[in-house]
């Protein structure tokens, strides 16, 4: 179990970077151009992985329809998210992009009731609502960083996170390898991007640091830190006990900014931080039947 836990916490520390992480390399390269190439980097990591373990082997068996399917699941998940994301993160701070980010998990709930016929109780309502003002908060609290439309940037964030959401139920609908699927679905999220760079962006050559950034994002970000966090959870007796250390992200996030980016810490974002946060507890929190 202490071995779970620091799978966990390795991960935890690694998803705290992101935010930071890809608001420098922004300020450099354009977005759909760092979405490529370290989703080529995550792509050829889980290749090198499904090789090694015999994985691949498995996609012989696999149909058309289900190639389709994570391809599917690749450009919502991962393509849509990531490119609305990064667009939220180059035009707000960090630490605000990375605190609507967090709505994703709400997002799950809301796409459970309506997809897995999952039971919509007073509790998650009550969780959804506290969220839901969260966002009102950071959004009237209009002092933090921002380098563009912000209303586009808060919007951008949102959305992504319906995205995440929504892809995580449609991913645990289907019952696929997730080695293969997390393979093939980088793959479709740095062809996407590709082309969409390729007709809307101009790239600039990519230099010393800007590498060691994207290979970051690709190699650690989203590789290293899913499998990981696969194991921990696989290995761990309590599954939310372990989930539960994914709250800590957006805090240690925006740490991180303040001590790099100095980004200031606003009263708005911690409020809303904690009205977020406290929502996905409140709606993840089993009570004890009474006897």
Known sequence: MKKNYLYAGITVLIWATPATVVKLVLADISNFQALSVSSAFAFVFLLLLNIINGSLKEMKHYRVRDYLLMAGLGFLGLF?????????????????ACILNYLWPMMIVVFACIILKEKLT???IIAMLLSFVG?????????????GN???????????AVCYGLFSVLNKKHSLNQNITMMWIWLTTAVCSL????????????????????LWLGGVVNAVAYLLWAIALKGASDSAKIANLAYLVPFLSIILSAAVLHEAI????VIALVLIVSGI?????????QP
């Not at 912000?150 to 992504?160: D, M, P, Q, S, W």
């Not at 606003?266 to 974002?269: D, F, G, L, P, R």
């Not at 507890?281 to 039947?289: E, H, P, T, W």
């Open 266 to 269: 606003t009263v708005n974002a």
């Open 195 to 214: 082309i969409a760079g390729l007709l809307l962006e101009t790239w600039q050559p990519v230099e010393g640091l800007q590498w060691a950034g994207l």
């Open 122 to 124: 007073a509790r998650k």
């Open 281 to 289: 507890l409140l709606q993840s929190i089993r009570l004890k039947k």
């Open 135 to 147: 966002i009102v908060v950071l959004t009237l609290g209009g002092s933090g960083v921002s380098t």
């Open 80 to 96: 849509l998210y990531s490119a609305l994301y990064y667009y939220g993160i180059g035009v707000l701070g960090s630490q605000e």
């Open 150 to 160: 912000r209303l586009f940037g808060i919007a951008a964030c949102v959305t992504a």
